[in-house]
């Protein structure tokens, strides 16, 4: 059974950092792309960030660049979502997924899910 488990989300003031965990299980993980993709109320969800572990290439949206990043444990079957500078724009559930449809942040790419993780940024 694939189980993606995301954790690490809370609640922080404006600037304030969090980072989100991914652990993934029941697919081999160095042959999937691992992306964060998040969904405000009453938005789509979108993607935010992906990593592929072909390659190691990483790709963000322009809203998170520069103040994100992701990276990934191949030891620990774990992708991370370091997020820093956090603004009340990023407030949102966010969910890490998987996929082997090729890289980007389209959530089509993607056909397994995580349960998502609250964050929530006061300001």
């Known amino acids: 059974e694939v189980q993606l488990q995301a954790s690490g989300g809370g609640l922080v003031q404006a600037g304030g950092s969090l980072r989100l965990s991914c652990v993934v299980s029941?697919?081999?993980?160095?042959?999937?792309?691992i992306g964060w993709m998040r969904q405000a109320p009453g938005k789509e969800r979108e993607g935010i960030s992906t990593?592929?572990?072909?390659?190691?290439?990483?790709f963000y949206t322009d809203s998170v660049k520069g103040r994100f990043t992701i990276s990934s444990d191949n030891a620990k079957n774990t992708v991370y979502l370091q997020m820093n500078s956090l603004k009340p724009e990023d407030t949102a559930v966010y969910y890490c997924?998987?996929?082997?449809?090729?890289?980007?942040?389209?959530?089509?790419?993607?056909?397994?899910w995580g349960q998502g993780t609250q964050v929530t940024v006061s300001s």
């Open positions: 029941g697919l081999d993980f160095e042959d999937y792309v």
């Open positions: 990593i592929s572990h072909s390659d190691g290439s990483t």
């Open positions: 997924a998987a996929g082997v449809r090729g890289v980007g942040l389209s959530r089509r790419l993607y056909d397994y």
